[in-house]
């Protein structure tokens, strides 16, 4: 289409929002500005132009206009917010979120992430990790049962008691699961058949635990 033809086109604000409508529910969310972009450039220009209507002028502005939720990076995004963020996606997607998938819909959460917000975590990798979630690249790094024994005895030495399965997984959730599918030893699937394996007092409590999610081993969330 001719520049000047699909700035006209453009400039006739039922073309941009049936366009916004049509992403919409093609995506099953309202659009992010880059998700609009990438589809829509010239319709996007038309709204940051002014041309959609010459008092807006943002993103956030049509999305106010249009009575649709404003994107969430207009605050400030804090630790607590970037991680109520994080598990209504999870919540939404049903497992957890890859990095591409979180920086779609909270781009600005993410920079927070990388510009330290959270301390000693600038990467998804470290966020997941601190979230306690499976990251791929810790499924070749735990194929050593010396080193999932390791992790576990620097843990204990750290602690000054046995590490309860919730603390193992906080800090090492790539070794934990190599023990649940029974990479560390075929005959070993639970945390409190390890714990028996290395001679340590069970925690009754815990019983046998299956919750250990490992469908993100399936998905990208662990790359960075």
């Known amino acids: 289409m001719p520049k000047v033809k699909a700035n006209r086109y453009w400039n006739n604000h039922k073309n941009v929002d049936s366009a916004f409508d049509n992403l919409e529910k093609e995506l099953g969310h309202i659009p992010t500005s880059r998700e609009f972009r990438d589809v829509n450039e010239c319709a996007f220009k038309a709204i940051a132009n002014?041309?959609?209507?010459?008092?807006?002028?943002?993103?956030?502005?049509?999305?106010?206009?249009?009575?649709?939720?404003v994107n969430q990076e207009r605050g400030i995004w804090t630790p607590k917010k970037i991680d109520e963020a994080f598990?209504?996606?999870?919540?939404?997607?049903?497992?957890?979120?890859?990095?591409?998938?979180?920086?779609?819909?909270?781009?600005?959460?993410?920079?927070?992430?990388?510009?330290?917000?959270?301390s000693g975590i600038n990467s998804w990798n470290d966020y997941l990790k601190h979230r306690g979630k499976l990251v791929l690249h810790d499924i070749g790094r735990?194929?050593?049962?010396?080193?999932?024994?390791?992790?576990?005895?620097?843990?204990?030495?750290?602690?000054?008691?046995?590490?309860?399965?919730?603390?193992?997984?906080?800090?090492?959730?790539?070794?934990?699961?190599?023990?649940?599918?029974?990479?560390?030893?075929?005959?070993?699937?639970?945390?409190?058949?390890?714990?028996?394996?290395?001679?340590?007092?069970?925690?009754?409590?815990?019983?046998?635990d299956t919750t250990l999610i490992l469908e993100s081993l399936l998905e990208e969330g662990g790359t960075q």
Not at 50 to 67: A, F, P, Q, V
């Open 142 to 208: 735990w194929s050593s049962p010396n080193k999932i024994d390791e992790a576990f005895d620097r843990l204990e030495e750290s602690l000054g008691r046995t590490p309860r399965r919730k603390d193992f997984v906080i800090k090492y959730a790539g070794a934990l699961s190599a023990i649940v599918q029974g990479r560390y030893n075929k005959n070993i699937h639970y945390w409190n058949e390890y714990l028996m394996f290395r001679n340590r007092v069970i925690n009754k409590k815990s019983g046998k």
């Open 87 to 118: 598990d209504t996606l999870e919540s939404q997607l049903k497992k957890t979120p890859s990095q591409d998938e979180f920086i779609n819909k909270y781009s600005g959460a993410m920079k927070s992430i990388r510009r330290g917000i959270f």
């Open 50 to 69: 002014g041309r959609y209507n010459s008092d807006i002028k943002t993103w956030n502005g049509y999305l106010t206009y249009r009575d649709k939720k």
